[in-house]
């Protein structure tokens, strides 16, 4: 695990999931602590050698790779922990995150530590915009991706985007990225080409200090979804097919876990094409199909 400097007070650890740290007189505020338990000791002991202090952990939103770390963390400092007020029910209650991905109580195979961190307490519910009580920072709100997820910007400017922003080869490679809202996604992508920062820090993609190629890829991601789905739904077809036309489509491999997370991005999809009033929903031989107005060309 390596520490890697930005600015006077803020650095990144990068890794597969980007952490934050801002420093202020041997206080540290973390941004985001990781995928797990492992990952938490990793960090403990990367500050007891600096003889840092955790005074704060700032999660982004509540996904297990954002959070894993907390319970260790919190558990060896004491430290806050800090989430809007979505977020921080499933960071209070993690078993809330596959339970939402599947609808129901989960199998057993979505619950693993992909799905599901280990319990950790917030302490501050914090807004989703405007400087971050008790701290120096700012949050901007990057809804879209999980329910109420935020960017985080230090004074120094280095701003750290979450999953808001998707690099190109997790794009091609998976073809579909985690969404539950698109219309918010899409609002997101705009609110971003007008923020500026020294430097911009995506949770899973290298830092850079220029996103506009990163912002039109991802929307052209979406529109592009948008677009298979109203070609498939031309006929009346299921969510179920649509979801392996797409599989299909991306060559995703299938499993539990990337299932239910095409599942998640797929049904957003079908919410917003709805309120576009571009498909409908009809009931036929016990199915719920949905279908478009016209015939569309992809
Ligand atoms: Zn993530």
Redesign the pocket.
């Given at each position: 695990m390596e520490l890697k400097k930005i600015t006077e007070n803020t650095y990144y650890i990068p890794g597969p999931?980007n952490l934050g740290l801002f420093v202020e007189d041997k206080k540290v505020i973390l941004i985001d602590s990781g995928n797990d338990e492992w990952v938490g000791r990793k960090i403990f002991r990367l500050l007891e050698e600096r003889e840092w202090e955790l005074s704060k952990i700032i999660n982004t939103h509540s996904?297990a790779?954002?959070i894993g770390g907390n319970a260790y963390l919190q558990k060896k400092t004491n430290c806050d922990i800090l989430a809007t007020a979505l977020e921080s029910v499933f960071i209070d209650e993690p078993s809330l995150e596959p339970f939402l991905l599947w609808g129901a109580s989960p199998f057993k195979a979505l619950r693993n530590k992909f799905l599901q961190a280990q319990p950790s307490r917030v302490t501050h519910i914090i807004g989703e915009e405007g400087i971050i009580s008790g701290t120096p920072l700012q949050a901007f709100p990057l809804e879209g991706h999980f329910i109420q997820m935020i960017g985080v910007k230090t004074p120094d400017e280095v701003l750290f985007l979450a999953?808001s922003l998707f690099s190109t080869e997790t794009i091609s490679k998976y073809g579909l990225t985690v969404k539950s809202d698109i219309e918010k996604s899409l609002n997101t992508y705009s609110l971003l080409e007008k923020l500026s920062a020294r430097l911009f820090i995506p949770?899973?993609t290298a830092p850079t200090k220029d996103i506009s190629d990163l912002i039109r890829v991802n929307r052209e991601n979406v529109e592009q979804i948008n677009r298979k789905i109203l070609y498939y739904c031309s006929e009346p077809v299921s969510r179920e097919r649509l979801i392996q036309l797409l599989i299909n489509d991306y060559q995703i491999t299938l499993s539990s876990v990337q299932f239910v997370l095409t599942h998640i991005t797929v049904s957003a999809h079908l919410s917003y094409l709805y309120d576009k009033q571009l498909i409908k929903p009809k009931f036929e031989e016990g199915k719920m199909l949905w279908t478009g107005n016209d015939k569309i060309d992809l």
């Open positions: 999931t996904n790779d954002h999953d949770s899973h």
